[in-house]
């Protein structure tokens, strides 16, 4: 059903369904937007994320590869290139995080714990906390210039409203799966 609604919604966007195999990376790239702009950095971390999800993809499905160049280069354009409309984009993470609800269940099975998988929330948080300490928010002038604010408030808020979200999600399947 989850699954159903993502790909209706890629669907009114002229957006390939493999991006349902994408669909973690948006909370990433949702922070990296949190600020208005991307930086280089940023945008180089998270393709060094979208190679390694897509292999772990690959890896577990015997070498068969998952998502396209072509479709990772199509979101590229999409999400991370050009700035999104951010109602549209917090439409796709309030989504995804209901498609990586449910694929987390099937992840946390023990023969994949070590896969680096977006969909395993986990590597979500960490990807997500990658993207928002990669260009530091401001320096505390009070401190001399010497600490610069890893983090800045709007990615804080966006981390920690994604993962309330997704533990929203994953408590409402849990529940309808006992």
């Not at 990296?32 to 577990?60: F, V, Y």
Request: net charge negative; charged share 20%; with cysteine.
């Amino acid at each position: 059903m989850n699954h159903d609604r993502f790909s209706s919604f890629l669907s009114q966007h002229d957006l390939p369904p493999s991006f349902v195999y994408l669909a973690p990376i948006l909370p990433v790239v949702q922070v990296m937007w949190a600020d208005g702009r991307n930086q280089m950095p940023e945008r180089a971390k998270l393709h060094c994320i979208i190679e390694s999800h897509c292999t772990a993809l690959s890896d577990l499905a015997g070498g068969v590869e998952i998502v396209s160049a072509n479709d990772i280069e199509l979101f590229d354009r999409t999400f991370i290139a050009n700035r999104p409309d951010p109602r549209v984009l917090e439409m796709f993470v309030g989504l995804a995080s209901e498609v990586v609800a449910h694929r987390e269940l099937a992840f946390n099975q023990p023969d994949n714990q070590t896969n680096e998988s977006l969909f395993r929330p986990e590597q979500l948080f960490h990807a997500c906390m990658e993207i928002a300490a990669t260009c530091p928010a401001c320096k505390d002038k009070s401190l001399g210039g010497l600490f610069a604010l890893r983090v800045a408030k709007q990615e804080r808020s966006l981390i920690e409203k994604t993962f309330e979200l997704f533990q929203t999600n994953l408590q409402s399947i849990s529940g309808i799966k006992q």
